[in-house]
T-cell receptor, first 112, second 109 residues
């Protein structure tokens, strides 16, 4: 158990819909990262938050947005879903020390 | 940007065999981690190893930062070692962790 909690574990929805993925980081970790793993693209960095502020942005689509709340949990919002958004979405967290990342179990999104 | 290359892409082993997985990176790194993604999709931390050598049971890892590579050794492999092994690096300057494409390992009984 990495200490990072993600919900839901599985989600099936239709094209055009909107979903929210939730992540609770390890206790005390201020940084939260979101990654997308699809079959043809591997593990791709989406976005990072540090103590509520956006720290870095990767190849995140405009239809996607994220935020980190005062209690440090984070949400990834995916809207106007397309078939190609089907993927495993990982959240990770790290502390203030060496920067080692710990990953949650992922949320598997299927868009039909 | 920083590139992370892993080899081999696929590996099939008989149970009990040893293996070496390689990760090449293209520039100075702050952080290098090895992960195992099991058949259920979970990403499990194996090593945080920006330099030096570490061992954990049957697994060990070595990173030679000056030559820009890291090696993951698996000894006496077991079927539960099957899955995909990822190397991920953080470029100096606090860029996000970049993953290689992984090595898919299948251990056969």
């Amino acid at each position: 158990d990495s200490g990072v909690t993600q919900t839901p574990k599985h989600l099936i929805t239709a094209t055009g819909q909107r979903v929210t993925l939730r992540c609770s980081p390890r206790s005390g970790d201020l940084s939260v990262y979101w990654y997308q793993q699809s079959l043809d693209q591997g593990l791709q960095f989406l976005i990072q938050y540090y103590n509520g502020e956006e720290r870095a942005k990767g190849n995140i689509l405009e239809r996607f947005s994220a935020q980190q709340f005062p209690d440090l949990h984070s949400e990834l919002n995916l809207s106007s879903l397309e078939l190609g958004d089907s993927a495993l979405y990982f959240c990770a967290s790290s502390g203030q020390g060496d920067g080692e990342l710990f990953f949650g179990e992922g949320s598997r999104l299927t868009v039909l | 940007g920083i590139q992370v290359e892993q080899s081999p892409p696929d590996l099939i082993l008989q149970e009990g065999a040893n293996s070496t997985l390689r990760c090449n990176f293209s520039d100075s790194v702050n952080n290098l981690q090895w992960f195992h993604q099991n058949p259920w999709g979970q990403l499990i931390n194996l090593f945080y190893i920006p330099s030096g050598t570490k061992q954990n049971g049957r697994l060990s890892a070595t990173t030679v930062a000056t030559e820009r590579y890291s090696l993951l050794y698996i000894s006496s492999s077991q079927t539960t070692d099957s899955g995909v092994y990822f190397c991920a690096v953080e470029y100096a300057g606090n860029t996000p962790l970049v993953f290689g494409k992984g090595t898919r390992l299948s251990v056969i009984a």
